[in-house]
C-alpha cells in the first residue's frame, strides 16, 4: 500500500501564496489524493482531489477559488493563494488502496499551515 | 444540511469495550457507504473501518481487525463500531465519515465533531 508523506508544518505571510506537498512512495506515481482541511477541535472538511492531471471532480463544499490543486510525478500539491486568517489549519491527505478484503485508506501526516 | 453527531467516548480501562455510535441525518443513509476514521492527540488521521450501504461488507485496519466490528442500522440511521480488548493506542478522537458518491465518488465528504475514546487505568 502506498506511504503518503507531508512536512509537519509550513508558514505563509497573510495575503501571500503557500503550497502544501503530498508525497506518494515510489510506484504509485498514479493514483489520486484527497485533501482535507481541518480546524482545531473540528472533524475534516474535504477539500479536493488531486491526479496526475490536476483536479479530479469538484471542489468541497465551500472551499474558496483561492484553493487549487496540482499533480507531478509522485508529488501532489495544494496550493493557497491570497491566505486568509481563517485558513490557518491541518491539511491531511489522503487516498485508498485495493478493493474487496485487501482495501484499505492511507492518510499522510498532516501539514500544520500558520499564518503569520 | 447533512448531520454526522458522534457519542459513545469516554474513559475506558485496557481491556475493556466501548460501542460508539454515529447518528445521521438530513441524508438517505441507507444509500451511503459510511466510515470511521481516529486521531489520537496531536497526531494525523488513521483509517479504522469501512461498511457498505447494506452492512454487507466491511473492512478493517490491521490494528484494529479481530477487536473492532463496524455496523450500522438503516432504520434508526445510525453508524456503529464496537470496540473491545481496547489497549492505549486506541486512545484518540473517533469520526464518523460518510463516503461521496456524486461529485467526487469515494471522497470523505462529510464528517462528524468526532467522540474522544481515552484507554487509561
Known amino acids: 500500500q502506498p506511504v503518503l508523506t507531508q512536512p509537519a508544518s509550513a508558514s505563509a505571510s497573510l495575503g501571500a501564496s503557500v503550497t502544501l506537498t503530498c508525497t506518494l512512495s515510489s510506484g504509485y506515481s498514479i493514483y489520486e489524493v484527497d485533501w482535507y482541511q481541518q480546524k482545531p477541535g473540528k472533524g475534516p472538511r474535504f477539500v479536493m482531489r488531486v491526479g496526475t492531471t490536476g483536479i479530479v471532480g469538484s471542489k468541497g463544499e465551500g472551499v474558496p477559488d483561492r484553493f487549487s490543486v496540482l499533480g507531478s510525478g509522485l508529488n501532489r500539491y495544494l496550493t493557497i493563494k491570497n491566505i486568509q486568517e481563517e485558513d490557518e489549519s491541518d491539511y491531511h491527505c489522503g487516498a485508498d488502496h485495493g478493493s474487496g478484503s485487501n482495501f484499505v485508506w492511507v492518510f499522510g501526516g498532516g501539514t500544520k499551515l500558520t499564518v503569520l | 444540511e447533512v448531520q454526522l453527531v458522534e457519542s459513545g467516548g469516554g474513559v475506558v480501562q485496557p481491556g475493556g469495550s466501548l460501542r460508539l455510535s454515529c447518528a445521521a441525518s438530513?441524508?438517505?443513509?441507507?444509500?451511503?457507504?459510511m466510515h470511521w476514521v481516529r486521531q489520537a492527540p496531536g497526531k494525523g488521521l488513521v483509517w479504522v473501518s469501512r461498511?457498505?450501504?447494506?452492512?454487507?461488507?466491511?473492512n478493517y485496519a490491521d490494528s484494529v481487525k479481530g477487536r473492532f466490528t463496524i455496523s450500522r442500522d438503516n432504520v434508526k440511521n445510525t453508524l456503529y463500531l464496537q470496540m473491545s480488548s481496547l489497549r492505549a493506542e486506541d486512545t484518540a478522537v473517533y469520526y464518523c465519515?460518510?463516503?461521496?458518491?456524486?461529485?467526487?465518488?469515494?471522497?470523505?465528504?462529510?464528517w462528524g465533531q468526532g467522540t474522544l475514546v481515552t484507554v487509561s487505568s
Open positions: 465519515a460518510r463516503v461521496s458518491m456524486l461529485a467526487v465518488p469515494g471522497a470523505f465528504d462529510y
Open positions: 461498511i457498505n450501504s447494506d452492512g454487507t461488507t466491511t
Open positions: 438530513r441524508f438517505t443513509f441507507s444509500t451511503y457507504w
